[in-house]
């Protein structure tokens, strides 16, 4: 039996407000406001799945915005995600997060920020490397993509942004502006592509505008020639099995394209996106995948390998990294 605990791990694809555990949000809520929640909620059953996006975003407004507004919930929520982390063994993890989320319910962004910077510190001193990005919403307006560039863009603990969010109707091209800012304060940028849209969306986000890292990329699959384009470039794709299931992007768990993608030589990574909502954490993803679709330890090696590649470290932390992974699994 592979010991997955023990596995030293990456994750690309986490955002930061859905990602605290369960039980942590069940005990702030209970704390500030003596509501009780299930131990277990409905939507961490095994097999279910929303009934579309909207209503997992309500689960947000529902969950983590009242929480948001207690004094000291940000600071609650970080410090129990950086906790999840360690508790996994992730040595690496790109984070994503929207602070005007923290802006709209009255904090400073000085306030997020220190939170923040202290916990990538915490985390630092226990081997767990965080890097931040800023997420950009695709249901916002372009003009406050370029407002949140902009106001963060010279924080050193930026190290990049993620456009996210409701894929249609919102193309990714309107938000040329707002990559330029960042490219030229040398942030790096992914897309969320691929994953309510086709393969037409991550061929832009690759082609046109040069993005190297893309979210989800699960409707690759459907065109031979963006498989290609995606093995060409070398573009890692951050796959998120379960929450591709749950929020019905794929016919079935089963029917994930993450082990054909991989068989075609493109860079896929394995991630749990909101674990809070969807159940699974990263180490959940990676049982998931060696007990329900046969992936072996080489396969998980080889797909975090594809994350330490593209993580943003220097080369000899990133040589020690994968030289602990080799360790864990030898051949
Ligand atoms: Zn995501």
Redesign the pocket.
Known sequence: MLNIDAMPKAEL?L?LEGAPRWSTLRSAHYKHYSVELPETPPWHASGFRFADFSAFQRLFKQYIHPWLQTPNGYAELIHDVVDGLLAQNIRYAEVVCVPSLLAMHGASPDYFWAVLAAEVERARLQNCIIRIFVGLIRTHSVEAAIQVVKQTRTRSLVAGYDL?GNEIGYPADAFRPAFELAREAGKRLKI?AGEMMGPESIEYAVETLGIEQI??GTSAIQNADVVALLRERQVTVEM?PTSNERLRNVGSYQAHPILALDDAGVHVTVNS??PTFFGVNLNGELTRLVTERQATALDLKRWTQNALRRAILDESTRHQLIAELEAWCPN
């Open positions: 694809h955002h996210l969320h979210g989800h998120c996106d909101d």
